[in-house]
Nanobody, 123 residues
């Protein structure tokens, strides 16, 4: 089992920034690729960003490319999502997830999920 706990969400004005963290415990963190997803009210949970086991490779949704950066610190069992130039449409609950195979864009591929952290961007 892997336990994931997100933090860092909050209320921010458009154009602002937030840094989300996801702390992992349980099994060896570097054995998992990590992903960030988000879910806005009435919408499907969507892929935001993913990062490989050692942080060498990453991938982003087109909607956040150039604004968001995913990173990880395997020594601290933590994955981060730096979110800059936030827009009201970024408002959602953000979830981190662990995948023992690859940082898939498909939420059904992930093995473990955190409880989520709310991000609200005001206009």
């Amino acid at each position: 089992q892997v336990q994931l706990v997100e933090s860092g969400g909050g209320l921010v004005q458009a154009g602002g920034f937030l840094r989300l963290s996801c702390a992992a415990s349980g099994r060896t963190f570097s054995n998992y690729a990590m992903g960030w997803f988000r879910q806005a009210p009435g919408k499907e949970r969507e892929f935001v960003a993913g990062i490989s086991f050692l942080g060498v490779k990453s991938q982003y949704a087109d909607s956040v490319k150039g604004r968001f950066t995913i990173s990880r610190d395997n020594a601290k069992n933590t994955v981060f999502l730096q979110m800059n130039s936030l827009k009201p449409e970024d408002t959602a609950v953000y979830y981190c997830a662990a995948d023992s195979r690859y940082y898939s864009t498909n939420r059904d591929e992930y093995d473990y999920w955190g409880q989520g952290t709310q991000v609200t961007v005001s206009s």
